[in-house]
């Protein structure tokens, strides 16, 4: 049995052989079984140019669904809030492990919160959400359009720290901007928490569907390995896949991707799923904040309260408001 193992695939970003490393770990460490990585390039990691410009959505994930497809490995690891909500076929989401902090992380210069940056202060974004839902707080702030990995965007902030040990943090001659917004989870994956000057409340800003999450993906028929199999089911979070599943199924109804200024977040408290959603206008300047609630805490149930609300909002104008 020496040659039993499995194969996990990942995109080759710091952020993503972080959280594949992880969940290759603990599958080992549950079942038992050896593994090995193979590394799948994506056009979203060679493509330079304006993230919200880039062909449609998953550009992230459809060379890493592709080398599932053909064998190359036998399971996947996204960040799920970059994977499409079509489901391809042949392919299903095995387990969505317990999910990470949600919020989105303001890191400023001089340890600044948002509410205490100067006048037209400049803020690093290429997420139309983000923009979007930081113009509403601030009209006044200067939206700048960056991307590149988590380590180039801290690299744009002024003052950022130089350190060798903390994650490939380039330290650009001088950092250019004020602050830049990215997601919690990613930088405390990397150890790069210490650059976070404010934890956004998603009063303030909702993070995207599925952030803070991730999705373990394999062929339908399983990843060929029983005992891994069983591992995966372990390590799938009934609660993290009940609100992810309404979050998405509030975007997939909504018809909109990762490049819309829409935000949800789905959290179970007690015996009841709530679903909170905002879609923007691109300016911030009009916002539509909707919440909806369900006791049916099971897949079917998360799913029907993401088509309502969606629903509500796309009755609501939320499809003209957002640019859908
Ligand atoms: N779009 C890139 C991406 N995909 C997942 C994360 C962070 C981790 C997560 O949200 O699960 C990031 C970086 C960011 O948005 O700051």
């Known amino acids: 049995m020496s040659q039993y193992e499995f194969s996990i695939g990942t995109r080759g970003s710091a952020l993503a052989t ?22 799948v390039k994506t056009e979203g990691d060679v493509t330079t140019g304006p993230l919200s410009q880039l062909g ?23 960040s799920l809030k970059d994977l499409p909500t079509t489901q391809p076929d042949g392919l299903l989401i095995a387990a969505t492990p317990q999910r990470a902090d949600v919020r989105d992380a303001l890191c400023a210069r001089d340890g600044l919160f948002l509410a205490e940056l100067p006048e037209g202060a400049t803020v690093g974004t290429g997420s139309p959400r983000r923009k979007a839902q930081l113009l509403a707080f601030r009209p006044d702030l200067r939206i700048v359009d960056i991307r590149g ?37 990613g ?66 109804r909504l018809e909109a991707g990762c490049a819309a200024p829409i935000g949800a977040l789905a959290t179970v408290q007690g015996d009841t799923l709530v679903l909170d959603s905002v879609a923007c206008s691109p300016d911030g300047s009009d916002t539509m904040r909707r919440s909806a609630t369900t006791q049916q805490l ?27």
């Open 149 to 185: 990995n988590v380590g180039t965007r801290l690299g744009r902030v002024k003052g950022s720290p130089a350190q060798k040990d903390d994650g490939g943090v380039g330290r650009t001659a001088q950092g250019d901007l004020d602050a830049v917004i990215l997601a919690a989870a």
């Open 18 to 39: 972080t959280q594949t490393g992880h969940v290759a770990v603990q599958l080992h460490e549950i079942s038992q079984v050896a593994y090995n990585t193979v590394l």
């Open 187 to 252: 930088l405390e994956r990397l150890g790069l928490d210490s650059h976070i000057t404010e934890y956004l409340d998603p009063e303030i800003m909702l993070p995207a569907p599925g952030q803070g999450s991730l999705a373990v993906e394999v062929r339908a028929a399983g990843s060929g390995h029983p005992s891994v199999d069983t591992a995966l089911e372990t390590m799938d979070d009934v609660d993290t896949r009940l609100a992810v599943t309404a979050e998405r199924a509030l975007l997939a």
């Open 298 to 324: 099971t897949i079917d149930g998360a799913q029907a309260l993401g088509i309502t609300l969606a629903e509500q909002l796309l009755r609501e104008g939320a499809a003209d408001l957002a640019g859908l």
């Open 56 to 78: 449609g959505t998953g550009v992230f994930a459809a060379a890493l669904r592709q080398a599932l497809l053909d064998g190359s490995c036998d399971m996947a690891v996204h």
